[in-house]
């Protein structure tokens, strides 16, 4: 699951030391981190998002196996891949076709050598020596036989934003050819084997996995969260639906709060906010939920931007940078399990946690992921486009680098005599992360390019099962019409 994701990692990372993160792909131009940013002065909103674009797309076209589809956790600490970040990865080709930067030839093949692993790698009931069962796949895989990392759970959520990725490309490769043609069936046939239906408990909502020697858990998404992408693909499926009142049951668990000013259904990271939207054009088209409310997702998640950022500014625990540019909180990595003072407080500190700020929950300490400002682009890219100029502007290359925004900084952690686990202390700077992460790059390449062409949205608008699953979940409105 993506918001326990933590724990499978830091399991693991001890025995991944020394290995390979997976076969880096031939760079397909100079690499960008050698060339100086521009003064401020020479610098336009357009420009920057080109910049950040195009390094972060650099990320999945180098990082990524070319011989399996498989897409790293992250990089470039030594990792297994993540079936989220293949979903990404996935959506994020078309986007370098679209700004020039790889052909569409080198994309449809890339694609292809993904769909292919994902429909004949090996799925069944046994513990080992398989990628998935019943059409859902491992949260983590082996970056190179593909196969289920250690005893990671199988995943709804990370096969549903998997699935993001795949639907897309079956949209997006409309072309007569063979090869695109191929990529349309594959996709159809992984989405279409996937059984909803065995993972809808009893309650109506959908379980978050299962494992072979636990069964299906009994817990599942509710209360809000990035699960409305899973909950539209099973409703959506024509041949193993969930049952109609699986987004009812989701639904009614939602807190309606207010915080700093804003009032909407609450959850602390970002990045349930972002996720689903990647896919999904909720703007204009309203649920009962959201009829009753006045208001869409699309604005629910405008709201929670504002208000994180409205948090930052109030700083209540008096974190070092927060501030009008400076802020956003979501799942990332961290300096280190333990605990700083400040202000005469003594105040835990984590590696990598689901950190967020709502009235519901508050998990904060100091440390800032531009992925939080960067998948929220659409939503509010007047405070967003220039939150992620300025941390560029403030941090340079510490920060900014070959494939964009490294996963996370801690200005407040950039005290001298700290340890950290996870990167680098600049003394009277801030503690910067050493790697990139899948899940955090993807939403940063993918919205802001919803924000400039709508392009993922303006395809996913032609997907019959994201079309099939809003109107079974009572969306009604806007382009639904």
């Known amino acids: 699951m993506t918001r326990l994701r933590s ?217 809000y969260d990035e699960a409305a992408l899973l909950y539209m693909l099973a409703l959506g499926s024509p041949t193993h639906p969930v049952k109609a009142d699986a987004w009812p049951a989701y639904t009614r668990t939602y807190p309606w709060r207010s915080f700093y000013g804003q009032e909407y259904v609450n959850f602390a990271p970002l990045f349930g906010y972002q996720y689903s939207h990647v896919w999904i054009d909720f703007r204009g088209i309203q649920d009962e939920y959201m009829r009753g409310r006045g208001i869409d997702y699309f604005e629910n998640s405008r709201r929670a931007t504002l208000a994180q950022r409205a948090y930052a500014i109030a700083n209540p625990m008096g974190w070092k940078d927060y501030g009008t540019d400076i802020w956003g909180l979501t799942a990332s990595d961290g300096p280190n399990d333990g605990s700083i003072v400040v202000n005469g407080v003594q105040r835990p500190t984590w590696t990598y946690r689901a950190r967020g700020a709502a009235a519901t929950e508050i998990v904060d300490d100091g440390t800032i992921a531009p992925t939080a400002a960067g998948g929220s682009i659409p939503f509010a890219p007047e405070i967003t486009i220039p939150a992620l100029m300025a941390m560029r502007e403030k941090y340079g290359d510490l920060l900014f680098q070959r494939y964009g925004f490294l996963d996370a900084f801690n200005p407040t952690y950039g005290r001298p005599g700290l340890e950290s686990r996870t990167g680098t202390i600049v003394p009277g700077v801030a503690w910067f992360n050493k790697d990139y992460l899948g899940i955090d790059q993807g939403p940063i390449l993918l919205m802001a390019e919803n924000h400039r062409s709508e392009l993922v949205w303006r395809y996913m608008r032609r997907s019959p099962y994201i079309v099939a699953g809003l109107k079974r979940a009572g969306f009604r409105g806007g382009w639904l019409e």
């Open 7 to 223: 724990f499978a990692f830091l399991g693991s990372l001890v025995v991944l030391l020394g290995a390979c993160a997976g076969n880096p792909t031939q760079p397909i131009g100079p690499g960008p981190d050698s060339t100086p940013a521009p003064p401020p002065a020479q610098r336009s909103p357009e420009a920057f998002l080109d910049t950040l674009q195009e390094r972060t797309f650099r990320w999945f076209w180098e990082t990524t196996n070319p011989q399996n589809g498989l897409v790293p956790d992250r990089w470039p600490t030594p990792s297994f891949s993540s079936v989220a970040a293949v979903g990404f990865g996935l959506t994020a080709y078309p986007v370098g076709v679209e700004r020039g930067w790889i052909s569409r030839a080198q994309a449809a093949e890339r694609t292809l050598t993904t769909l292919r692993f994902l429909w004949r790698a090996p799925q069944g009931p046994d513990a080992s020596g398989v990628t998935g069962h019943r059409g859902f796949f491992y949260h983590f895989l082996d970056m190179q036989t593909g196969l289920r990392f250690q005893d990671v759970e199988l995943s709804t959520i990370d096969t549903a934003l998997l699935l993001g990725g795949v639907l897309f490309v079956q949209q997006y490769y409309d072309g007569a050819g063979a090869q695109e043609a191929e990529i349309r069936a594959l996709a159809d046939s992984i989405y279409r084997r996937v059984e909803w239906d065995w993972m809808q408990l009893p309650d109506g909502v959908i379980s978050m996995g299962w494992k072979p020697t636990e069964g299906r858990f009994n817990f599942g998404y509710k209360g």
